[in-house]
């Protein structure tokens, strides 16, 4: 649709669109992004109403569907992503379920990862089924584990990578032949990296999904999501499904993404950094038993992630021996870190997955998972690495040495 030629586009690099792409100034000339609290939008005449209402002519109409600000969010993480189209929606699960509602029928077959944001498994298998959509799990990396459970009737692959919380990664663009091979959509959930670290669609996905509430907006204040594809399944589909059942995203709260949005980039070198920082000393330390962070050399991901993701991201999950009780200790001797379950905030956060992100899950998923009671979750802020690594030395000194 655009006519510009990358030459003479004047947002041409990543950081230029985080910035400004979307944003069309009003006749009041203003700088920043403004936000359009307005429930509705007024036509000139009865005839402009109805070629509004019917999309025959393009405009606001109501802000289910049709909102200034929550275009402009629309527009950028369209633009970051290097997708067509972006749909903004009420949370993260939210964007999943108009994903599936959207694009799915009954009778329609998932394949998905195992390894799932905890949300996300409790809609595929308590939700989803009884509408007659049946959802198989495979390992995330199982390549011909994903070959098998593809039937005729699959019509989506959907992944997490890297994953919530253990960082594993999949090949992207094996996935993504993978679904072209069977005519099914390669679904990704690029909350854990963002555009910043690594664009799916680049890769051959066909959509992705955001939880905005994390890493967009950067500072822990509001719940979103987006879709993010092309114009016929997310401009047409997808949105239909959410100006219907209007699971709609907020102007306010698309108002707090954009601004988020702007400084992307930095944020997620810098957690990307700290994180490293706090998984080697967690890796070194006597009383952790093992850390799950594909910037060190062990993770059995190390490489892969080096080449598919421009960081490692602000992710860092680590077992302490003696299950619950030992990680609520380190937990329960924190006093910076929020506990709370939450990420991708400039404050870190620390929670034990296993009872509370993946707590509603049943005792088989969460160990297909790989979550085990003596698992602790930190989401590295932004604070001083110090500070951060000071905070857990406090509850892990007191734990016997497993070395
Ligand atoms: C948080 C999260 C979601 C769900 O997003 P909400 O905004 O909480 O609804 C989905 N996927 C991943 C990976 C998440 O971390």
Redesign the pocket.
Known sequence: MSTTTPDDDPLSGFDSRAVRAGHVRTAEQENAEPIFPSSSFTFESAAQAAARFSGAEPGNVYSRFTNPTVRTFCERIAALEGGEAAVGTA????A?LATTMGLLKSGDHIVASRTL?G??LSLFTKYLPRFGIDVSWVGLSDYDGWAQAIRPQTRMLFA?TPS?PLNEVADIGRLAGMARDAEALLVI?N??CTPALQRPLELGADLV?H????YLDGQGRC???AVVGDAQRVGEEVHGFVRTAGPSMSPFNAWVFLKGLETLSLRMQAHSRNAQQVAEWLAAHPAVERVHYAGLPGHPDHELAGRQQAGFGGIVAFEVPGGREAAWHVIDQTRMLSITGN?GDAKSTITPPATTTHGTISDELRAAAGITQGLIRVSVGLEDPVDIIRDLERGLSGLPSCR
């Open positions: 949370s993260g699960m939210s999943v944001f949300t996300t997490e919530n959930d909350c854990f999904i939880s905005a509430t994390k719940v979103g999501g990420l």
